[in-house]
């Protein structure tokens, strides 16, 4: 007849619990150790997909202009404007405008100077040298700044005419600019006659390329 031990049997499941229990133990502190000190792997960060701004002036009109004349020099240039703009030649001078501010100019019509867009002109280097030109002095009518600008790589200055009084179609706070490019025998003057294009004024500039 076979007798059983109480306190052996008792012995025998606390050691087994106790087994239990140091394997569970071993096994958090491998998936711990494993977790901060062997796992070197960086936390990847995905960086947010910025879209690269938009060129507005890649579909734009091109000019072209190889005929205007300085002295014995030809004067060739590039530059784009609007789709919605044109552009007309009168005399020496070249407008570029909303479609029906040159339609109006191109027949004559009376239109106020604040209408237009851009007159691009070149002068002589003798009205300069005489002080003839430029006209980029403060006045009782507007007040005048100055600063230097670069166009295609041509140095130049960037006048910036504030109207201090009404005068003409402009009224006291408007503005206008002229940039005037001094060339070997002369100067290419881009003007701005109303202030509210001056993005559109700034897009211009950034297209403008001489040609040879």
Known sequence: MKIHNK???GISSSFGILIIVIIAIVAVGGALAY???????????????????????????IYRNEMLE?????????????????????????????????KNLEIGKNIEDKSLGIMISVYEKILYDRG???????????????????????????????????????????????VDLKLDNGYLSIHLFDYQKLDTFQKILSTFRFID
């Open 132 to 178: 003839i030109l430029p006209y980029k002095k403060s006045s009782e009518y507007f007040l005048m700044t100055s600063s230097d600008i670069e166009v295609d790589g041509i140095q130049g200055t960037k006048y910036v005419f504030e109207y201090l009084v009404d005068r003409l179609c402009y009224h006291k706070g408007d503005k206008t600019i002229s």
């Open 70 to 102: 300085l002295e014995l020099e030809k004067i060739g240039f590039t530059v784009q404007y609007p789709n919605d703009w044109d552009y007309t030649m009168i005399g020496p001078k070249l407008f570029f405008g909303p479609e029906d501010v040159i």
């Open 7 to 9: 306190d052996q049997k």
């Open 35 to 61: 977790q901060y000190v062997w796992n070197t792997d960086e936390p990847i960060i995905e960086e947010p997909i910025t879209e690269k701004p938009q060129d507005e002036t890649a579909d734009w009109q």
